[in-house]
């Protein structure tokens, strides 16, 4: 079965940092975009980073670039999402998804057919 799972989510204070792991079972990342999403209560689900694993290049949404960094672990089918000088504006349910398809880079969720449940984080003023 194909599957993602995140964890890692919880409450942080402004300033501070969580490390959100996405595991993915029943496929490889070797050609999947893996993206970051997250949504807030009353907003549209958005896009925040994603990383090709054909090449290992990676995308950031201008608002977290400089702050949040992407990175894989494919030994591990794992992907992970840095979240350094977190703002209470990064409060959401964070999303990871992947897609064969994109064969590159991309954050359109439309394009993302595999998504995990999601976890929550929530940062404190």
């Known amino acids: 079965e194909v599957q993602l799972v995140e964890s890692g989510g919880g409450l942080a204070q402004a300033g501070g940092s969580l490390r959100l792991s996405c595991a993915a079972s029943g496929f490889t990342f070797d050609d999947y975009t893996i993206g970051w999403f997250r949504q807030a209560p009353g907003k549209e689900r958005e896009g925040v980073s994603c990383i090709y694993g054909g090449d290992n290049t990676t995308y950031y949404k201008y608002s977290v670039k400089g702050r949040f960094t992407i990175s894989s672990d494919n030994t591990k089918s794992t992907v992970y999402l840095q979240m350094n000088s977190l703002k209470p504006e990064d409060t959401a349910v964070y999303y990871c998804?992947?897609?064969?398809?994109?064969?590159?880079?991309?954050?359109?969720?439309?394009?993302?057919?595999?998504w995990g449940q999601g976890t929550q984080v929530t940062v404190s003023s």
């Open positions: 998804a992947a897609d064969q398809a994109i064969q590159g880079l991309g954050l359109k969720p439309d394009d993302f057919r595999i």
